[in-house]
């Protein structure tokens, strides 16, 4: 956004000013904004041909030179929207960029300000990403049937649904066309017309099948999918009349059977598809498109669907706290030591290794962000849309940072938890068990009576067993702390319950036994009953930790200069040794009584 004013054209110069974006080269980007020349309001794109303007309108009161205009350009996926003077003009929708078979947003390329063949001027420019506007997001993949989600009640649902396997699978009725199932976010239905709406599904199908939005009747909804038979990504609308395809994009790869993620971004009258994450195609409607009912849909013939998850910004749909909190207050006045993102960083990454995840929460850990906020109450962490938020005092009673996160020696077990009686651990709140926690709700764990996902925890606590190796890595971008891209996550079948089990249960029957170190393990003599030559390396192993002849005796490399009698004796004799000194080149610094046989003296 900026404030922009055209110079009056004098000697052949042309007068424009325009928002510059999606800039790849100076023959490949987009623009929009005045042209005094035409009197209108353009959007276009520079091709190697020229300017190209794509979409014009006349503003009220006519465009003038020297005269200062309020521009706004405001981008959802592949639909352009431009602002003039707080009025919304118009909106386009381009195509997406593709790059080496990837497609992308028109966020990709880089933005600024510009003209053809103009002189102006510009105050007040500002470029911001907008952070995710979402404050409420639901999910479910069907693993426990159908789910809160999915609409109940009389009128929600035409055709046949029914969930088995994890997937909630839907078909036509017999001498029908389309197989309809509304969901719901926290109960609510429907969304105000000011408000984001974000929708996406994995799903297969042979027929076409996605997501409907602005639903009002059976006969009359907007809908985004995929038509495998016409290998299309296609946007619409459907009226009693039939079916319209308002904007649609080839895609080849669409085949029957296979899963396919669709996501469809609703934002005033805009909207825009990806497809497997990736910019497919957009339209901007006559009208708002979030105040409708939304759900999912199987046309033509019968479609499975993996999972789906809701997102919106209205504030009027009920949040669910995915929080975790003290067991009480604490008792000290004095401050406690804040977090440092530094050390965030490492016992997030630490937290990632002790969680034992499916492929499908593995997922669910695609993006996040993690950063220090002073929570409210006795709040020690929570997550909310993306976001993990840590307390930056532990509601006051002071985080511990384990500096050996690998291990559990500060604990000893008690029950379900360990518990720390002494040192630092013992009195304040332990980090890594509330970052392990929060990961979990971020993977799509619900809270629980009693384990890791408990809803309480207390200043010496740990709810979670140190892992074994790790066996396999997740990337993990998180912003605000620096350097936490690539963590390690344990093999993917250790968090699976069997029915009824608690998640106490699953963390003792997967967790390694907890090995005292502190002593030295008795082996008898090599020969002695019971224990074969063999065995030897247990002994060493255990006694060594593996450790290497060298590094069991650092001195090894030492090389004496000593001298020796000229007649050997038969009794040991005390002598001198020279150490050398490194940097001297000689050997006369050090001088260390030894005692050497004579047999025994070297150089």
Known sequence: MASVKVVKPTAGWNANSYVIF?????TNFKFAG??????????GQRTAGGWQVLKQASFPGSVKNDTWYNLMLSVNGLTATLVVNNSNVFSYTFAATVVDGWSYGL??????????????AMDNIAVQVVPPAATVTGSDDFTSGSGPMVTAVAGSATGSWASANGRLNGAPSAGGDTAIQLLNLSGATQMSASSLLDLSSTFNTAGRAGLVF???SDTDFKFAAIDVPARQVIIGHRTAGGWFVDASVANASLAAGVDFKLGVSIKGSTASVTLNDQAAVGFVFNAVGTDGRFG????????????????????????TSLSLVAGFAASSSEPAPPVSEAELQVMA???????????QQRAALGEISVRV???PGLALGEYRDGTLLIDVDAAGHGWFVDSTPGDDAEYRRRGDLLVATHGVAGGRMDLLSVLAHELGHAAGLEHADEGLMAEQLNPGQRTLLAAGPSHGTIDLPVTGVAGLSSLMAPPAAALSRLPGEKLSTVAQRVSPPLIDWSGRMA??????????????????????????????NPNVVLRLQIEAPSQPSAKPSRTSALLRDPDAGSYPQIKVPIRVSPEACCR
């Open 523 to 552: 082996f008898p003599a090599n020969g002695a009953t019971g224990l074969s030559a063999a065995r030897s390396w247990v002994a060493d192993f255990v006694n060594h930790l593996a450790s290497t002849a060298s590094e069991r």
């Open 214 to 216: 602005d639903r009002y």
């Open 107 to 120: 966020n990709w390329g880089l933005v600024g300000f510009g003209s053809n063949r103009s002189r102006g």
């Open 349 to 359: 990454a630490a937290a990632l290794q002790r969680l034992s995840l499916d492929d």
């Open 22 to 26: 999606d800039y790849q080269s100076p």
């Open 296 to 319: 999912l849909f199987a046309g033509g013939s019968a479609a499975s669907f993996d999972s789906v998850t809701v997102r919106t910004s209205d504030a009027s749909v009920a949040a």
């Open 34 to 43: 005045l042209n005094v020349s035409t009197n209108k309001i353009e959007m």
């Open 373 to 375: 906020q002073d929570l």
